[in-house]
């Protein structure tokens, strides 16, 4: 299998290339050459297969020869030891949710998913990797834990100081060992662009990757969950859409593969806060990245998803195909905290903020007597503690996962620009 880079001027790479480099040396993110569908056969049965089976199926063309068959399926069952479960909220509407890992956000799945592919490609390396990463507040946790202890991997987690939740903030400072925050004044997009830049410059001297969703590694694997939502659905014979809440728009991407791979999915709506970027052109066909704004969903605050050029090229480039197949819809933060009442008061479910702008997508979007809307519930309501208990008047349990976590002491280093990244890639 090969991937190309959507700038169209880097080599292919195989799997194993692409995970190493994270980004093409020409900066495009990249696109597998080949999509092929699954057999419909595959689909049609799907309730025949565990969901290892099913992951390994739906990746096993992405990775190709470059990882041993049973070493792959020994990762797929590593990454996915926990639950995918559907929680009906309303008649047609379910949450699917995806925080049922060790930093209960769904970034938890690519992210135990890169690191052992890595950890795999590195064993018999005796160079250092290190995989930087920027992140929006869930990211950090998740690779942090991910690649926590792993041989010959150091991480540096570059985070917008201030910017994200009390426990997302405990979750990527704590852990030490291999594992370094550096804390920036500034926005998402400012981590963001600051890794990108170290990739290409020459004068970095580590070898360094990436492990926000522009690698495949972490991206491909989001799309097991919608395929996992599917078997639990598709007995009730209704059309489906998913309402995902969208930042760097990796997970919606991912769902948009699944489908290329068979699996029926009706419409998708791409629901954002006011970081509203993707809505903005699908409303007037200009895209226009502004920088980010803070918000109570704020792993969403992205004002320049990068993989949205992912998505344009699996519609080929063509706004018209891109607006059938999917919608984009903003929401304030007054629109979320009464979605996340309504939700409470209506069905005594505790949405995250993210999960409600994804409800709210669901219910703009409108669904007929034929269709189930399912939104992706993407983190435990405990991450934003202060915003939900706050909101809905009520205390929620925090989980052991987080408990463990609370006591310890943050350390950060900070810094304000791409210097401030250079001299501690290079010191
Ligand atoms: C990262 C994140 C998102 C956004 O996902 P993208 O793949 O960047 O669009 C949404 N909700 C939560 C809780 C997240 O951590």
Known sequence: MNYYSLHHKANNASFKEAVINGLASDRGLYFPTKIT??????????????????????????????????TLKKIIEETLNFDFPIVPIEKNIGALELFHGPTMAFKDVGARFMARCLSEFNKNNKQQVTVLVATSGDTGGAVADGFLGVKGVDVVILYPSGKVSDIQEKQLTTLGKNITALEVDGVFDDCQEMVKTAFLDPEINRTLTSANSINIARWLPQMFYFFFAYKQLYKQHKELVFSVPSGNFGNICAGMMAQKLGLPIQHFVASTNINDTVPNYLKKGTYNPKPSIATISNAMDVGNPSNFIRIQ???????????????????????????????????????????????????????????????????????????????????????????????????????????GLKDFLNG
């Not at 689909?43 to 990882?67: C, H, L, P, R």
């Open 37 to 70: 569908p699954l057999p419909a056969a595959f689909i049609k049965n799907i309730d025949t297969y565990s969901n290892t089976e099913i992951a390994f199926k739906v990746i096993e063309q992405f990775v190709g020869n470059d990882i041993p068959t049973k």
């Open 313 to 419: 090229e699996l519609f080929e480039n063509d706004i018209d195909q891109l607006k059938t197949a999917f919608s984009s819809v903003a929401f304030s933060d007054d629109d979320t905290r009464a979605a996340m009442k309504e939700i409470y008061a209506n069905s005594s479910y505790i949405a995250d903020p993210h999960g409600a702008v994804g409800y709210l997508g669901l219910k703009t979007y409108g669904l007929s007597k034929e269709t189930y809307g399912v939104f992706l519930e993407t983190a435990h309501p405990v991450k934003f503690l202060d915003v939900v208990e706050e909101t809905l008047d009520t205390t929620i349990e925090i989980p052991s996962q987080i408990q463990s976590v609370l006591h310890k002491k943050k350390t950060s280093i900070k810094i304000s620009n791409y210097v």
